[in-house]
């Protein structure tokens, strides 16, 4: 039977990279961005708001129907390990996992400075106008704004149920409940700096044999069959990763003090285990 494994963490901190990395084994699939949560928040809602089902319940049945969804998800996969990536961290997510997840639950999640994912962001805004954190800022009222225009763009990406204010809470649930022991913390600078040994820690974690992976030499993801369709809804090609070599990209913006002093203030990760 397969062995599903989990990846996630915040957006800008190498998920891609790490992605592209892993599917260099035959063995192991790690996919795209995942709808699984979805489906179980969509079946959840269905025996909360349904007329039909509300006339006629039938919860072993649905019960029974989450229990092979990810077998039955995944049964076309050749692979012996699926590392499924999706935002499982979140409180719903995770006491999912905890219910219907077929195997033991692990799951690496990727983080970086928030200086410097805030500073990857702005970034691809200099260099896509159509970039959705640009078409925001330029719909507002202008005469309503008090604040600089990259102060504006900080606070839409911290915005309250964004991605980075997700991952922020589900660390902080996680740690909160005592949740933490199925969880690995993996540092982009870390992946960056010494991919070889970080991947084989990784190897260890999920207790998959080790594989001779090629750091110099990437694909980009498009490349394993995952479809990414970026440009489209967020006006940025979001999972473009540079393939000669792994190297962290310095982006020299400056960022406001007290905006530097709020990133280091809420980096809750720092007492969680780490690969």
Not at 167 to 193: G, P
Request: net charge negative; glycine share 4%.
């Amino acid at each position: 039977m397969k062995k599903i494994y989990f990846m996630g963490g915040f957006p800008r901190a190498g998920n891609t990279l790490l992605t592209s990395i892993l599917n260099q084994n035959d063995n192991i699939f790690a996919t795209g961005l995942s709808s699984i949560p979805e489906i179980f928040e969509s079946l959840q809602r269905i025996t909360h708001e349904s007329l039909p089902y509300r006339s006629c319940p039938s919860l072993n049945n649905f019960i029974n129907l989450s229990h092979d969804i990810f077998n039955s998800y995944y049964k076309d996969r050749k692979e012996d390990y699926i590392i499924e990536r999706g935002t499982w961290t979140n409180p719903f997510n995770y006491l999912t996992l905890e219910e219907f997840c077929p195997n033991e639950i692990k799951i690496v999640f990727l983080v970086r400075s928030l200086k410097d994912i805030v500073r990857s962001y702005l970034k691809l805004a200099e260099k896509y106008p159509n970039m959705h954190v640009n078409r925001y800022y330029d719909q507002l009222d202008k005469t309503t704004v008090y604040k600089s225009e990259v102060e504006e763009k900080v606070d839409f990406l911290f915005a309250k149920e964004g991605w980075i204010d997700r991952s922020l809470y589900s660390i902080k649930w996680l740690i909160d409940n005592d949740k933490t022991e199925t969880i690995r913390i993996l540092d982009y600078d870390d992946l960056v700096q010494n991919p070889q040994k970080k991947v084989k820690d990784l190897y260890e974690y999920l207790e998959i044999s080790q594989f001779n992976h090629d750091f110099s030499h990437l694909e980009q993801v498009t490349n394993y069959g995952i479809d990414y369709n970026d440009e489209d809804y967020l006006g940025a090609p979001y999972h473009i990763i540079r393939t000669r070599g792994i190297n962290k990209e310095e982006n020299h913006i400056t960022l406001p003090l007290h905006i530097v002093e709020m990133c280091d203030r809420v980096e809750n990760w720092k007492s969680m285990r780490r690969l």
